[in-house]
């Protein structure tokens, strides 16, 4: 592939930041695609972080149970020593040419300024209590219905997208619609490759389980676990562990209401996925890979809504986000002012705001 020049008198700087180990993963898969096509190119990744209140609240530790928290940060940084990549914690070491996010729940004030793509990290939270309370009362943070209010802030230059019926779902709640590009996202555009694996079990019925109890959703893993043993119909059951639950409580609660099962807390999901021949979670990520496999699946949601949901399995996702960020790149003056332009989510202080800095931004020019 043909390297390309930016016009420019120094390298691109390109920030990156990462969430989950899921998101951290897209993020050094599409950072890779990126140092293939520039030839003058700074990257730097950082943990997920918030300004403000919510830093204080981190700081405190009372954020420890999402990605800001101190485990998950840890867990980043760990990734990028491990592959020696860049760490730039908060971003500090900015200003940056562009900035690629898993979220826009929250937007940072330090990178406001800067051209940002937004990723898709996987599947989105159902609409539930919490995002109708957050539209219905817009000045409360979007960070409150969690991945519902996904891509909702309007405060990026492109999202990038897993399916074109993704992206008439993110319209459909207010996303600004030019700004969505659908590209399939790295983790889940190729589920095929996980069938040639090294995993040494085959044939189970498979339950990923998850942290809501962690992040103060009630679930009633008893009931759960019970479903589980139904539904496995005498095939062995294997256990895959959320990385964020309490897995001291989650084995005692397996050895108790399903003894005999396999327990998993660091192997490969994905892979675990592909040899199973039946599939139980309460609504994760993980669906897309067992349904783009054709597993008998079970969750909380609509089977025949997510098959539709698919994100598209072109193999080269990670590849055309790296073409959207050179798009970018290549128009940097345009990219910074859509960041102010208006999506019909964003909150009515938001609007003043972005209102204020197009005009302070067409009075200097």
Not at 148 to 163: E, I, K, N, Q
Not at 202 to 227: A, G, Q
Not at 303 to 326: G, T, W
Request: proline share 4%; hydrophobic share 40%; with cysteine.
């Amino acid at each position: 592939m043909r390297r390309v020049e930016i016009a420019t008198h120094r390298n691109q700087r390109i920030l990156f930041i990462c969430g989950s180990m899921n998101q951290t993963a897209q993020m050094h898969k599409i950072s890779i695609a990126l140092e293939g096509m520039l030839t003058d190119v700074e990257i730097a990744f950082t943990p997920y972080y918030a300004t403000g209140l919510l830093e204080m609240l981190r700081k405190w530790g009372l954020l420890d149970f999402t990605i800001l928290g101190a485990l998950s940060s840890n867990r980043v940084m760990e990734y990028c020593r491990a592959n020696g990549l860049i760490l730039d914690d908060h971003g500090r070491q900015g200003p940056y040419d562009l900035v690629l996010t898993c979220a826009d729940l929250i937007m940072p004030h330090n990178i406001r300024h800067s051209p940002i793509i937004l990723v898709q990290e996987g599947m989105t939270d159902p609409e539930g209590w919490a995002y109708h309370l957050v539209r219905w009362m817009p000045l409360l943070p979007r960070w409150i219905a969690s991945t519902a209010m996904m891509g909702l802030s309007g405060r990026y230059t492109r999202f990038c997208v897993a399916s074109e019926a993704y992206k008439e779902l993110f319209i459909r709640k207010g996303a600004p619609a030019r700004k969505l590009m659908v590209t399939g996202i790295p983790n889940f555009d190729d589920c095929a490759k996980h069938l040639y694996n090294e995993f040494m079990y085959r044939d189970y019925f498979l339950v990923c389980t998850s942290d809501l109890r962690e992040t103060f959703i009630p679930e009633n893993r008893k009931k759960f676990i019970h479903r589980a043993v139904e539904l496995a119909a005498g095939r062995p059951i294997l256990f895959k562990l959320h990385p964020n639950e309490n897995w001291p409580r989650a084995k005692r609660e397996i050895e108790r209401y399903a003894p005999g099962s396999k327990v998993f807390t660091s192997e490969n999901t994905d892979d675990m996925i592909a040899n199973c021949s039946g599939f139980l979670t309460h609504y994760s990520s993980t669906v897309f890979v067992a349904l783009a496999l054709g597993k008998e699946v079970h969750c909380d949601l609509n089977i025949e809504d997510l098959k539709a949901l698919l994100p598209v399995q072109n193999r080269s996702a990670a590849q055309n986000i790296a073409n959207v960020c050179l798009d970018v790149l290549r128009n940097q003056e345009d990219g910074v002012a859509s960041t102010l332009t208006y999506s019909s989510a964003r909150h009515p202080v938001e609007w003043a705001r972005a209102y204020y800095r197009a005009r302070v931004r067409a009075v200097s020019e």
